[in-house]
């Protein structure tokens, strides 16, 4: 480093003094604002709309692939039916990859077809899947296997991996490994969509209340959210959804993935939520901060007491089963 410095100094002691400036010219000294605003006027030049006097006339055709589609329905006393997928690996957890979701899809489509009365099954890819008229029942279950190839390897000096092609004793030698993986589908019923709605969609139209299941509304928007209007307790919509005889026997790990991000409207404040979760604890035990009307203490603060979901709405007859978490940090019972 020491002997860049003196390089440089020797360097810029070496260099002549600059020409004398003859008596007949007056030196102009640069003004940096001016350059600065000058430099920038030419880095952002104007620029305008270009002209688009109509459709071109020359060139060439080409197909583009897009994800729009015109949607068209001729008969709208149709139903939809709106299904909740479940993917698991064969020790049990649950599926996070994404794009793996189609395959085992199509694999149980084609595996399982008479099961599924030969229906044909639109997929969105993560947890909707979605059929024309219903499925022989509100929940099934399937197992199926994917195989991928996931390397070719030979040994010797052959292709791939060697300098030349295969000769006869690399062909032998040649090996396809195979990784196979088991996967089980859980499909779930959850709502059931009448083709007039998504009519009156395509139209501009507003999209009403759809079919009751049971004490509970149920509609989809499409391409929104779900929308839970319920009436009833929302544990009898769980109830139907996953095919069990009484609350008891509601699964609630599948009933948190099913009703995440669901809208519902309470009644009768008719207020409407978004659930987000379940709470850790029943009814009877899970405790919130109420605020005691003309409750203050010394210095003038509001007083809380702490109570039980089920003692705010004591008249609700399912405490013993979960609460609903709402974005607003609201507690529903089931």
């Known amino acids: 480093m020491g002997s860049f410095e003196r390089e440089g100094a020797e360097t810029t002691e070496a260099l002549p003094p600059p020409p004398a400036i003859p008596p007949n010219v007056v030196p102009l000294r640069a003004e940096t ?59 049990g957890r649950p599926v996070d990859g994404k794009g793996v979701g189609r ?53 010797g000096n052959g292709s791939p991996g060697g300098n030349g092609s295969p000769n006869e004793s690399d062909r032998k030698r040649f090996r396809r490994s195979y990784q196979s993986k088991t996967f089980k589908v859980e499909i779930s019923f959850a709502a ?36 839970l209007d319920a009436l009833g307790p929302v544990v009898d919509f769980l109830i139907v959804n996953q095919n069990a005889r009484d609350p008891s026997g509601i699964d609630w790990a599948k009933a948190k993935r099913t009703l995440k991000n669901l809208r519902i409207k309470a009644s009768p404040s008719n207020t409407e939520y978004k659930i987000t979760g379940l709470s850790e604890n029943s009814c009877k035990n899970q405790t919130f901060s109420l605020k005691q009307k003309n409750g203050r203490d010394g210095d003038g603060e509001v007083q809380t007491i702490d109570v039980t979901v089920y003692e705010y709405f004591v008249n609700y007859r399912h405490s013993v089963y979960k609460c609903w978490k709402t974005k607003a940090a609201n507690l529903l019972p089931a």
């Open 192 to 227: 059931k969509i009448p083709m007039q709605a998504i009519s009156n969609a395509l139209r501009g139209g507003s999209i009403q209340v759809f079919e009751p299941p049971k004490a509970v509304y149920l509609s989809t928007l499409v391409g929104s959210y779900t929308y």
């Open 33 to 91: 604002e001016l350059i600065t605003e000058t430099v920038k006027k030419v880095a952002k030049p104007k620029r305008v709309p270009m002209a688009r006097p109509g459709n071109g006339s020359k060139g060439q055709k080409i197909q583009l692939l897009t994800n729009h589609f015109k949607v068209g329905i001729t008969n709208a006393g149709g139903y939809f039916y709106h299904y909740s997928v479940s993917l698991f690996y064969e020790d």
């Open 103 to 155: 395959k085992v899809i199509d694999r149980v489509h084609d595996t399982y077809d008479t099961e599924l009365d030969g229906k044909d099954l639109a997929y969105d890819g993560e947890k909707s899947l979605f059929t024309v008229g219903p499925l022989p029942q509100n929940k099934l279950e399937f197992t199926v296997v994917l195989e991928d190839i996931t390397s070719n390897r030979t040994s």
